[in-house]
């Protein structure tokens, strides 16, 4: 019924990812997109592909990671994404709010991927933070790829420049906070996003300071389908639309 789009299952986090994907499966999750940051987890997004059949995999140099990534591991994506289950690249993108001062090199890390992702003809996840214009200006570019901005928070504004530029917008537990004004522009842009959690972080309200899991999709969906006045069915069919629309491969 639904898909977490956007989450990061690495032992690290989770005793047992079985377990993990079981109480999903439970609530109606069946498919989960499990986003890799660095050549380390892009080997376990490789790993996780082969041992589940639910989960599908987006590998990605995320922008935190300026500073540390080396060329084979630009090299490692190409590989990748020659594998069935690997529907996307990301999580890729700019992050300014801890410095700027790398960001001719974030700017650098970013095209490369999406030059990568035009070569193959694969959608991208962005990561976007503090770095609205940036990233709109760098997207332009590259006219031919589209993707999803994950865990989108902007105005009604920036919304709809993405969604204009062919994007689709991630919505995750943010929605469900009660400082967020997420939720307002939601009935504006709803035939426009896709759910996900970006567990383990972003826990929805009411199990914040809990870790977050796949299956919590399902109240993320209830919060979302109960504020814009529309069914749980409804809401489960604009997102699998936008889905395939962008994931082609899965
Ligand atoms: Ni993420």
Redesign the pocket.
């Known amino acids: 019924m639904f898909v977490d789009t ?3 299952l690495y032992q690290e986090y989770y005793d047992s990812i079985d377990e993990v994907i079981g109480r999903a499966q439970e609530n109606h999750i069946k498919t989960f997109f499990v ?1 890799g ?1 660095d050549r380390k987890s892009n080997e376990e997004v490789m790993d996780l592909c082969e041992q589940y059949d639910s989960i599908y995999g987006c590998v990605g140099i ?1 922008p935190e990671n300026v500073e540390s990534y080396v060329p084979q591991d630009i090299e490692f994506l190409n590989e990748c994404v020659c594998n069935p289950k690997v529907i996307a690249i ?2 890729i993108g700019l992050d300014y709010h801890y410095t700027k001062e790398n960001k001719e090199e974030q700017n650098i890390l970013f095209e490369r991927q999406l030059m990568l992702a035009e070569e193959y003809g694969l959608p991208v ?1 962005i ?1 976007s933070r503090e770095a609205t214009q940036d990233t709109i200006d760098i997207l332009r570019k590259y006219p031919d790829v589209k993707g999803v901005i ?2 989108f928070s902007g105005s009604l504004e920036v919304a709809k420049i993405y969604i204009q530029m062919g994007y689709k917008l991630g919505i995750n537990g943010v929605v469900t906070f009660k400082n967020s004004h997420l939720k307002e522009l939601l009935p504006k842009v709803l035939d426009s996003i896709i759910l ?1 959690t ?1 567990s383990p ?1 972003l826990t929805p309200h009411p199990y914040r300071g809990t870790r977050n899991e796949p299956k919590y999709v399902l109240d993320i969906a209830k919060f979302i389908a109960e504020y814009c006045d529309i069914s749980l069915e409804e809401l489960a069919q604009i997102t699998e639309k936008n889905i395939k629309e962008i994931f082609k491969k899965c």
Do not use: F, N, Q, T
Request: aromatic share 6%; hydrophobic share 15%.
């Open positions: 956007h989450c990061h986003a940051c995320h990301g999580e996840v990561h994950h865990s996900e970006d972080y």
